[in-house]
């Protein structure tokens, strides 16, 4: 008989280790590459997440969304800004700090107080400072799931979101939840912030649209600012703002030949549970949509920075608070217009939002938007003057 020699620790090992990957496939399915893919944006590492109809880059440290494109847009333009596309603009331009894209502003919105500061506390909380963690990204049934986590010292609290993609969807859904570690209830401050800039943001052909009407202008210590196109703590009726040098200044529009900068906040509809605010470009034909749960975000917040040069931007922000202020400010404010401006944050305990955007071509002659619905597994975009409508297939409830 002849002699099987005795297998090598070597050829042991290999085996060992072929049974490990073998069973680490069976139980783990490598779908992450698929899903989630790393590149660098805007000098910014990022992690690029999409679909067939859309691609967003997620920034590493912050988790802002820093670009959304249309897959197959020859021009590839993103509301969050195309700085390679605007040359005039020189290399420091406002995208070298945290602040840009969609980022989250929680747990804060608006500056620190001075005991705040002085603790440590940054502007706009910390979530879009820390690193965020990659927890999970898989697809199931043509749906693309991507988990992060980061965690918030200052505050003692934890911070998770999760962005949904479905094949042949225009859309992306977006789960939140604020954690405290701590043994005590809290008011908690968050706002969504979106900051828009060209050629996206164009004057005279890029618009707002809010499902609310109720108004007011932001009040600045001293009641003065210099730069400023619109009167302090008036109340309004959307868009017609107040302004300083004339009789109104239209919110709505992004007007040639006008600078300077002006903050107001829209009270969302009382009588609609769901929100909603949109940006359109009318001349290149893009729309960018938000939608969300009026009890989570009552305000809308628009903040226009009109300089002399071509790198103008915008800022369309839902909120649990009507203007970027410290937590004691929003304390002591209460309530306007008979509505909360804070939420409470219970003792070891979470608070949770849902929202969806949107992001696709418009129709052309479409110069408004005078409604969002969701209705059977549709979204429905109106501008009821030109009859011009844009409908996209919404799977996930909201």
């Not at 700085?83 to 406002?94: A, F, G, H, I, Q």
């Not at 963690?133 to 999760?162: C, I, N, W």
């Not at 030949?257 to 605010?277: E, F, I, Q, S």
């Amino acid at each position: 008989m002849q002699n099987i020699p005795e297998p090598t620790t070597h050829h042991c090992s290999r085996k060992r280790a072929f049974g490990a990957l073998l069973l680490a496939a069976i139980l783990c399915p490598a779908q992450t590459s698929s899903v989630v893919k790393d590149a660098t944006v805007y000098n910014r590492p990022v992690l690029l997440v999409g679909n067939d109809k859309l691609e967003v880059a997620i920034v590493k440290q912050g988790g802002s969304m820093l670009r959304i494109q249309i897959q197959g847009d020859p021009q590839g333009i993103s509301p969050f800004g195309n700085p390679e596309l605007v040359p005039s603009v020189p290399d420091n331009r406002k995208l070298n700090g945290p602040m840009v894209g969609h980022f989250v502003c929680v747990d804060g919105f608006g500056p620190a107080s001075k005991e705040e500061a002085a603790a440590g506390l940054a502007m706009h909380g910390e979530a879009y400072l820390q690193p965020w963690k990659l927890l999970s990204a898989e697809k199931q049934d043509g749906v693309a799931t991507v988990k992060f986590t980061v965690d918030l010292p200052k505050f003692q609290e934890s911070f998770a979101r999760s962005l949904q993609m479905v094949d042949g969807e225009n859309i992306i859904y977006i789960d939140s939840e604020l954690a405290s570690n701590t043994a005590f209830d809290r008011t908690a401050n968050w706002g969504e912030h979106p900051f828009l800039f060209p050629p996206f943001v164009e004057r005279g052909n890029t618009v707002v649209d809010v499902s609310g009407t109720r108004s007011k202008t932001r009040t600045y210590p001293g009641n003065t600012r210099p730069g400023t196109l619109l009167k302090q703590s008036q109340d309004f009726t959307w868009p017609n703002a107040p302004a300083a040098a004339a009789a109104v200044f239209d919110m709505r529009e992004t007007p040639a030949g006008v600078n300077g900068m002006g903050h107001t906040t829209t009270l969302m509809d009382p009588a609609h549970p769901l929100a909603w605010v949109t940006i359109l470009n009318k001349a290149r034909n893009y729309l960018l949509g938000y939608v969300f749960r009026r009890e989570e975000f009552p305000w809308v917040q628009n903040y226009v920075q009109y300089s002399g040069g071509d790198w103008i931007g915008r800022g369309v922000e839902f909120a649990t608070q009507p203007f970027d202020l410290p937590h004691r400010d929003m304390v002591e404010l209460n309530r306007m217009f008979d509505s909360p401006v804070y939420r409470w944050l219970p003792a070891k305990s979470k608070i949770a939002t849902r929202f969806l955007m949107f992001y696709v071509k418009s129709p052309e002659g479409m110069t408004r938007v005078d409604d969002v619905r969701l209705e059977n597994g549709r979204l429905i975009v109106e501008d009821r003057a030109s009859g011009k409508s844009i409908t996209l297939a919404a799977s996930r409830p909201l």
